[in-house]
Every structure is written in structure tokens, then in C-alpha cells.
């Protein structure tokens, strides 16, 4: 698969340590209709953190999408190859200027079939969990042309950082030229009214086992799903800003982490 090997390419060449031994970690899972499992495929690695070296922050995004229905193909640049290049630009920052904590660098398979990439990880990785100290998911940064605002929502940061810095984290949503929205909204109509948001990707997994996080999106927007959702399509100005914006956001949280 392209995606893959790009991604593994790009890891390699950033000299991003391979977690436990590899980059590639494979899962199986079963898909409705078909008799044979299907064999997916995390991408994953490890930047140590200068203090903290086993102590770690998730940065997660799924590479992964609808692929070829009805004789369309599905590009799904929004969803999610958005997310999937900026958490390789944030990999690349992060090497040349590690933060106190570890970080590890994970690309999701199967987030389109109920997050079984994510779900995988965890499965694999039950030693790891007390140690994971926040969970940072990307999916769906630069939206279509029309899409204006990154919105974002979080669980449980009052657990890894004070109240006083979970303020100060809040009001550092404040740019010149771009705006943070916390929340997603609820647009009669839309599709949005029904999603439940703490659930709506990878992010989810780790909610579900109590691990802190913070969920980036520009929620759904008119080429959601669709064969539309292509390069010229989506709002590059937006995926650079949403990307700047997580990473400085990353850099902040991880001064305040005890």
C-alpha cells in the first residue's frame, strides 16, 4: 500500500526510533460480508522525551479511508490524509526539538471500520497503558474550501496538569488571524446532530480506557465521505494553521504534564 510505505519512508528518514523493534505492527480484524479476515496494518514510532523517557504522549491519526465504492475512487484528502501529514510534520519538528515526554508517533489502520487500528494498539500494548499520559488525535484538519475554524474537545486534563494550567491551556486558543473553537456543533440538518464526538475516532478508544485526551477536527463538512474530498478541494491555508496551532499546543501541555 502506498500510504505505508510513504509514511515508513518518512519515519525512516526522520531517523524516528521504530516502536518495539518495527514500524510496521499488523492486527486482524472481520469486516461485514467478507469470510476472510482482513489484515490491517499500524504504523508507529517512538520519540523520546529529554526527562521523562518512559513516560508517554499519544499523537495519533489514521491513514486509512473509504477506498474504490460504486467505481469512484475515494481519495479522502480531508479525511484523513490531512491529519495524517500533519502528525508526519509534527514528527519532524519533534526530532529535531524533543519534548520532556516521550512521544509516540501513531498511524492508525482501520479507523473507518470502528477504529479497530486503535483499538489494536491497545490490545497489543496493555503495559503500556498506566504509562500513556494523554492521547492527542488529529482527523479532519484543513475541511473543505468553505471550512473556516479548527474545533476541538478534551477529557480529563484535569488529571495530568492543575486547574490553573488547564486555564491557561483554554486561553492559549488565541490567534491573530485563526480561530480554536471548542465543541462541535449541532446544526440542524446535519449529520453532526447525531455524532457523538468523544467516540468519533481513535481518541475514543483511549476514552474508553480513561486515558486523557485532546481531539482535533474541522468536523463534517459538504465533502465528507464523498468522492469530492480531494486535494483541491480541501482548505490547505487551514490544514497548515491546524497544524502549527496542535503543535504549539503539544509543546505547552507537555511543560505543564507533572
Not at 514528527?91 to 489494536?120: N, Q
Amino acid at each position: 500500500m502506498r500510504a505505508q510505505q510513504y509514511i515508513r519512508g518518512n519515519l525512516n528518514d526522520m531517523a524516528v526510533t521504530p516502536f518495539k523493534g518495527s514500524y510496521q505492527h499488523a492486527f486482524t480484524f472481520n469486516r461485514s460480508f467478507q469470510k476472510t479476515p482482513v489484515v490491517g496494518q499500524n504504523l508507529i514510532g517512538v520519540i523520546k522525551g529529554v526527562e521523562y523517557e518512559n513516560s508517554y504522549i499519544v499523537l495519533s491519526a489514521h491513514f486509512d479511508h473509504l477506498g474504490e465504492k460504486g467505481g469512484h475512487i475515494y481519495n479522502g484528502a480531508d479525511d484523513n490524509a490531512s491529519g495524517t501529514a500533519a502528525l508526519l510534520s509534527i514528527a519532524y519538528e519533534l526530532v529535531k526539538t524533543p519534548l520532556k515526554h516521550s512521544v509516540i508517533i501513531l498511524f492508525t489502520d482501520g479507523e473507518e471500520s470502528d477504529l479497530k487500528g486503535a483499538k489494536a494498539f491497545i490490545h497489543q500494548n496493555p503495559d503500556l497503558l498506566p504509562h500513556i499520559k494523554l492521547n492527542i488525535n488529529m482527523d479532519m484538519l484543513a475541511g473543505s474550501k468553505s471550512s473556516n475554524y479548527l474545533h476541538y474537545i478534551s477529557n480529563g486534563l484535569d488529571k495530568i496538569i492543575s486547574e490553573q494550567s488547564v486555564d491557561s491551556y483554554k486561553q492559549n486558543y488565541v490567534y491573530s488571524d485563526f480561530k480554536i473553537i471548542k465543541g462541535f456543533g449541532k446544526r440542524s440538518g446535519s449529520i453532526q446532530r447525531q455524532v457523538n464526538w468523544n467516540q468519533a475516532s481513535d481518541h475514543g478508544v483511549f476514552y474508553n480506557k480513561r486515558i486523557p485526551f485532546i481531539y482535533y477536527g474541522v468536523g463534517t463538512h459538504k465533502n465528507y465521505h464523498t468522492k469530492n474530498d480531494t486535494y483541491q478541494n480541501s482548505n490547505h491555508a487551514l490544514l497548515v494553521k491546524s497544524t502549527n496551532a496542535i503543535y504549539q499546543q503539544l509543546r505547552f501541555i507537555d511543560k505543564m504534564i507533572d
